[in-house]
């Protein structure tokens, strides 16, 4: 059974910074591509981030290039997003998909609440 879990939000002030980490389970997934995702409230779900994880290349939204940086731990199974700088609006739930690519996503974690208060 495939599991995605996300842990590591939480409420911070404007300008700190969260790491969430996404740990993957079930299946191998090095021939997947791994994604963060956000939604706020009343929006729909938005990319952030993604990593191919064999390869190791990332794609970025341009509204976090910069500041957010996507990596995975092979012996962990477990794909993080570390986020600097965080603004009020970065406010959202965010959430972990895996897909094999052309913008898909097969499985998807629970999500993780991240606030910034101005």
């Known amino acids: 059974q495939v599991q995605l879990v996300e842990s590591g939000g939480g409420l911070v002030p404007a300008g700190d910074s969260l790491r969430l980490s996404c740990a993957a389970s079930g299946r191998t997934f090095s021939s997947y591509i791994m994604g963060w995702f956000r939604q706020a409230p009343g929006k729909e779900r938005k990319f952030v981030a993604n990593?191919?994880?064999?390869?190791?290349?990332?794609y970025y939204a341009d509204s976090v290039k910069g500041r957010f940086t996507i990596s995975r731990d092979n012996a962990k199974n477990t794909v993080y997003l570390q986020m600097n700088s965080l603004k009020p609006e970065d406010t959202a739930v965010y959430y972990c998909?895996?897909?094999?690519?052309?913008?898909?996503?097969?499985?998807w974690g629970q999500g993780t609440q991240v606030t910034v208060s101005s």
């Open positions: 998909g895996a897909g094999q690519g052309r913008g898909t996503y097969d499985y």
């Open positions: 990593i191919n994880w064999s390869a190791g290349t990332t």
